[in-house]
């Protein structure tokens, strides 16, 4: 007999060489193509890479909520130099990882079971970049969007770090969200939205200021080669999120 399966408890899906991980039908939370894993399907996960415009040589990238893994692959594979950690709460999910093709853990990969929030709050400057993607059935947790949760997120980060966050939540609810890391970073937030689907994707710096635009262009065309996304795309959106944000002064030709 089937076993029933547990509210809210993740399950995987498969049709036309595609993996995909739900929480419910209409919950899509990661989609996987068996014949080429690191590829980033969703068109959020291509946003929320834009934080390499930022941070383009980050040490270590945190992540909390791990998924299918499709950002754990792809910043396996394109970020070579970087040390990647994922925090995830729920086991369940954990356990699938082998479906997903998630690397092993190894000397620069690793998952962890844990809760996000207290991981976070545990860890202060321990990462340049923290990207957020972290749902359960119900949507965004409270624990991963209060106030007291960015204020640790902003601590967690080295200086110059960025915050790369999925928010897929109403528009009050993403609006409010967006208020409360304004609170938590001197940077203020860049919020842009993704190409399909209702997600937005909020850009935060552990810093007063941003990379100017004509850095954030000159980072697009030298990163192009190494990343499978259309960074200058992306450099086009952030200039225009950034309207009237405080820029850094360039630095000498050759600098990223």
């Given at each position: 007999m089937r076993r029933r399966r547990r509210p809210g408890e993740p399950f995987v899906c498969e049709q036309r060489g595609e993996v995909s991980l739900h929480f419910g039908m209409s919950a899509l939370q990661s989609r996987?193509?068996?014949?080429?894993p690191a590829r980033l399907l969703l068109d959020y996960t291509r946003a929320l890479m834009s934080f390499v415009l930022v941070q383009p040589q980050p040490e270590h990238i945190v992540m909390i909520g791990l998924g299918g893994g499709s950002i754990a692959k792809y910043c396996y594979v394109h970020l070579p130099h970087s040390r990647f950690t994922a925090v995830e709460i729920n086991p369940d999910v954990i356990a699938m990882?082998?479906?997903?093709?998630?690397?092993?853990d190894d000397a620069r990969f690793r998952v962890i079971e844990a809760d996000g929030a207290q991981w976070v709050r545990e860890h202060p400057q321990c990462c340049d970049a923290l990207l957020l993607d972290g749902f359960d059935e119900g949507g965004l947790p409270d624990a991963l969007s209060s106030q007291e949760f960015y204020d640790a997120c902003a601590s967690a980060l080295r200086h110059g770090g960025v915050l790369a966050s999925n928010l897929w939540a109403p528009v009050a609810r993403r609006d409010a969200?967006?208020?409360r890391m304004r609170a938590s970073f001197e940077s203020g937030v860049a919020a842009l939205s993704a190409e399909q689907g209702e997600n937005t994707i909020a850009l935060a710096r552990r810093a007063p200021a941003w990379p100017g635009p004509a850095l954030l262009h000159r980072r697009a065309r030298e990163l192009g080669p190494q990343h499978a996304l259309d960074l200058e795309a992306a450099a086009r959106k952030l200039e225009l999120a950034l309207q009237g944000a405080a820029f850094e002064p360039d630095p000498l030709p050759g600098a990223v």
């Amino acid at each position: 007999m089937r076993r029933r399966r547990r509210p809210g408890e993740p399950f995987v899906c498969e049709q036309r060489g595609e993996v995909s991980l739900h929480f419910g039908m209409s919950a899509l939370q990661s989609r996987m193509r068996r014949s080429d894993p690191a590829r980033l399907l969703l068109d959020y996960t291509r946003a929320l890479m834009s934080f390499v415009l930022v941070q383009p040589q980050p040490e270590h990238i945190v992540m909390i909520g791990l998924g299918g893994g499709s950002i754990a692959k792809y910043c396996y594979v394109h970020l070579p130099h970087s040390r990647f950690t994922a925090v995830e709460i729920n086991p369940d999910v954990i356990a699938m990882r082998g479906q997903f093709a998630v690397p092993a853990d190894d000397a620069r990969f690793r998952v962890i079971e844990a809760d996000g929030a207290q991981w976070v709050r545990e860890h202060p400057q321990c990462c340049d970049a923290l990207l957020l993607d972290g749902f359960d059935e119900g949507g965004l947790p409270d624990a991963l969007s209060s106030q007291e949760f960015y204020d640790a997120c902003a601590s967690a980060l080295r200086h110059g770090g960025v915050l790369a966050s999925n928010l897929w939540a109403p528009v009050a609810r993403r609006d409010a969200v967006i208020q409360r890391m304004r609170a938590s970073f001197e940077s203020g937030v860049a919020a842009l939205s993704a190409e399909q689907g209702e997600n937005t994707i909020a850009l935060a710096r552990r810093a007063p200021a941003w990379p100017g635009p004509a850095l954030l262009h000159r980072r697009a065309r030298e990163l192009g080669p190494q990343h499978a996304l259309d960074l200058e795309a992306a450099a086009r959106k952030l200039e225009l999120a950034l309207q009237g944000a405080a820029f850094e002064p360039d630095p000498l030709p050759g600098a990223v």
